[in-house]
């Protein structure tokens, strides 16, 4: 949220990604991966990941590559997605600003440059002003059947209402676009085993997304396997 402290401080678990195999060790219920990047680290807790994040209350990975895809709901200027490619840590030890930087900016501004050095910028930023103000991550679309789509990460905002999608690349995603298809309420997307992906609205509504047509079966017959 907006404490300026707690996710900056390796000390506490508040605005992080954190890291654990659910099985209990120790005294604790769960274990502690050893290849966390602050294990062994007297100022850090051990079950982080990444640092810097305000709200990210809807991340994934792509099923295809492992690549961590984030989205960060801002304060009152930016919300914004993150993106760590595998190949360069699915985010290990990631710094993404907050609460120094909201989005690319210093906060509270869209013209000031992050000021945080270390900092690891968004590859999408979507303004308050524009209507942005709870912004949803959703996935890379791995789905045969949904051609148009394969290889695009789908996103929406809570308010802004609408479908959009991109090519999730660094230092910034391409090809950013609305995809004309109204959402009001979106709150999370969902990907099941056959990479079917899903969208669900705060009126209860949950749906799937699908090639023009809503007869396609879910999961595609074995041919269309990737």
């Given amino acids: 949220g907006s404490s300026s402290a707690t996710a900056q ?24 991966p050893p290849d ?8 850090a807790r051990d079950e982080i990941w990444a640092s810097g994040l305000r709200n990210p209350f809807r991340f994934s990975f792509d099923r295809l590559t492992g690549d961590l895809a984030i989205g960060d ?19 290990r030890g990631v710094n993404f600003g907050w609460a120094q930087c909201e989005g690319s900016f210093a906060t509270g501004t869209k013209d000031t440059p992050c000021p945080l050095a270390t900092a690891t910028a968004p590859v999408i930023d979507a303004f308050a002003s ?27 905002d809570t308010s802004k209402g609408e479908l959009w999608s991109a090519r999730l690349t660094t230092p910034r995603a391409e090809d950013v676009r609305s995809m004309g298809i109204g959402v009001p309420g979106a709150t999370s997307f969902g990907e099941d085993a056959a990479g079917c992906v899903y969208l669900t609205q705060l009126g209860g509504a949950v749906s799937r997304i699908v ?9 595609p017959a074995a041919a269309q396997q990737p």
């Fill in 211 to 219: 090639e023009n047509d809503a007869r396609i079966p879910c999961p």
């Fill in 9 to 32: 401080d390796l000390d506490s678990l508040l605005g992080k990604v954190l890291r654990i195999d659910p099985r209990p060790s120790g005294s604790l219920g769960y274990t502690i």
């Fill in 73 to 91: 709901v801002g304060q009152a200027t930016t919300e914004e997605i993150d993106f760590v490619p595998s190949s360069q840590g699915a985010g």
């Fill in 130 to 156: 524009d209507g942005w103000h709870a912004i949803i991550a959703g996935y890379v679309l791995r789905d045969p059947s949904v051609p148009s789509l394969l290889g695009r990460f789908v996103y929406s």
């Fill in 36 to 43: 966390n990047p602050f294990v062994g680290n007297p100022a």
